[in-house]
Structure formats: C-alpha cells, structure tokens
C-alpha cells in the first residue's frame, strides 16, 4: 500500500496524551501508524475510526519487537516522517523512600522510558531521512515531562527518565540534523488514565498553576501539532505545564 500522505507512527496510542496525537495527526492530513502493548482491540477499534491508519502491537521491552514495530510502520505505507516516542510507564514513590527506589524500578522505567525511543529512533533512522529526500526534514518528538526539568515527579526513577530523555533529545537533534529534527514535549499534569488518581498534584495544577488546570490530552496533541509543523525548530524541550514552573 503507498500513501501520498505524511505518515506519523505514535507509540502508546490506544490511551490518554497518544490517542490525542494519532487523532490530531490524523485529522492534520497524516496516515497513522497506531501502537500499544496489550490493548489491541481499542488500537484495531481506533484505526477503523481514523481511516487511513493501522494498528501494531508491540511490547516496548523486548527489542525484537521495536524492530518489528518500525519494519511493519514503514510497511505499511512505504514511508514514515514522523515518529513520536509518546509511550511510558511511571512508578508513584515518595521522593524520600529511597528503599521503596529499587533497581527493578529503575531498569524498568529506564528501558520503557528512554531505550525504547532510543532503539526505535535508531530503526526509524533510515526512513525519516529519506522524508528529507522528499522535500521536509523528518521529525521525532519524545513525549518526557516536566518532572525532567524541575526536580518534581511521581518519582526519583520516572523524573531521571524524562531527564534522560530531553538530553537525549537534544544531543540527537545535533547528530541527526539536518535530515531529522528532533523534539521533546515535556507536559505538566495530564487528565489521563494514568493520573485519575493524583487528586494531589489535581489539586497543585488548579490552585497554583497560572492556567488554574491540568492539561487535557488535546492540549498536549496540539504542542505535539505545532512542533510537526515547524521545519526550522529542533532540540527544544517544549514544558506545556500550565505555567507551572514560573510560579
Ligand atoms: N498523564 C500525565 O500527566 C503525563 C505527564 C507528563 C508526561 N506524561 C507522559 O506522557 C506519555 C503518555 O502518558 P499517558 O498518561 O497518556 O499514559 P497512559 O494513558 O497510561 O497510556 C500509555 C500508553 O503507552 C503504552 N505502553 C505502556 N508501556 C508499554 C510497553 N512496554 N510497550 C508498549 N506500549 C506500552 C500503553 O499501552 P497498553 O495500554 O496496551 O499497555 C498505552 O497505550 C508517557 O510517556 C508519560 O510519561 C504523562
């Protein structure tokens, strides 16, 4: 199957923030690629919807199949522009519980949270190249968070992920330019099934935030949107918290 069509692959996007991105995108003119881990169903019901999209299961944990995520990605249309490294886990633990930080907590945030968009960037590399060779740089955007700018976050593990994840961001805008723009959007608090329960930090985003609100994840497809769109911006790290961090 070929598609005239830009085509985007967003990870994690049967949930919250990437299905805001895969419908955004998807209503900006993208074909899309849609993933997860295990919710299947919701990934096949959401491509049906979308119309020029499909849906690929793979577990980001196993590097055989973020290999086979991106060949079946490119497959599909015989071409990828834009990847977007959305999906991540979290782990809720008090800042100072460090027995609560265990190495299992950090080797699992560590590789679902940073080599994973480092291994599919890698795969994809060749691919959002050959998008320059058609007229506009390939574009990656890395969904990490405020937690890796600020020393906040639902824990010390998950906020040196999203740490990891903005150097890296910056260091392969330099190495992959200017082929491949490479971009991070670092959200503050998002109403999403991962946070329906942080009734705390619900109640930070709406007493002290500028914006008196936690994100929606349209809020977030939209930063998303814009830095797709924009063919001279690479290595920001775009803090989409609500005005957050000038308080
Ligand atoms: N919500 C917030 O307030 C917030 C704030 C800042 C940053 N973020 C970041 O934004 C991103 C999305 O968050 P969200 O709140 O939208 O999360 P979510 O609703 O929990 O959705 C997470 C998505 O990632 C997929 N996923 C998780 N682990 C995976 C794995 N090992 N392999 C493949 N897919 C996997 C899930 O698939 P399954 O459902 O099939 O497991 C799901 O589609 C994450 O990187 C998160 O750290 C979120």
């Given at each position: 199957m070929k598609t005239a069509s830009p085509v985007a692959l967003i990870t994690g996007s049967t949930s919250g923030i990437g299905a805001a991105i895969a419908r955004r995108l998807a209503s900006d003119g993208f074909s899309v690629v849609l993933h997860s881990r295990s919710s299947v169903e919701i990934g096949q019901a959401l491509a049906r919807e979308l119309g020029s999209a499909i849906y690929v299961q793979a577990d980001l944990t196993d590097d055989a199949d973020r290999v086979r995520l991106i060949r079946e990605a490119v497959a599909a249309w015989g071409r990828l522009d834009v990847l977007v490294n959305n999906a991540g886990i979290s782990r809720v633990i008090?800042?100072?519980?460090?027995?609560?930080?265990?190495p299992t907590v950090w080797s699992d945030l560590h590789e679902v949270n940073v080599v994973a968009p480092f291994r599919l960037i890698a795969e994809a590399e060749t691919a959002l190249r050959d998008a320059a060779q058609r007229g506009r740089p390939g574009s990656v955007i890395n969904i990490s968070s405020h937690a890796g700018v600020r020393p906040?976050?639902?824990s010390i593990p998950y906020a040196a992920t999203k740490a990891a994840l903005n150097h890296m961001t910056r260091l392969l805008a330099l190495s992959l330019a200017p082929d491949i723009r490479v971009n991070a959007v670092a959200p503050g608090l998002v109403d999403t099934p991962l946070t329906a329960d942080w009734t705390q930090a619900q109640e930070v985003w709406k007493t002290r935030a500028p914006m008196r609100r936690s994100a929606s994840p349209e809020d977030i497809a939209q930063a998303v949107a814009m830095l797709v769109a924009s063919d001279y911006l690479t290595g920001e790290i775009l803090l989409s918290d609500g005005g957050l961090n000038l308080t």
């Open positions: 008090p800042h100072a519980d460090l027995a609560a930080a265990t906040k976050g639902a």
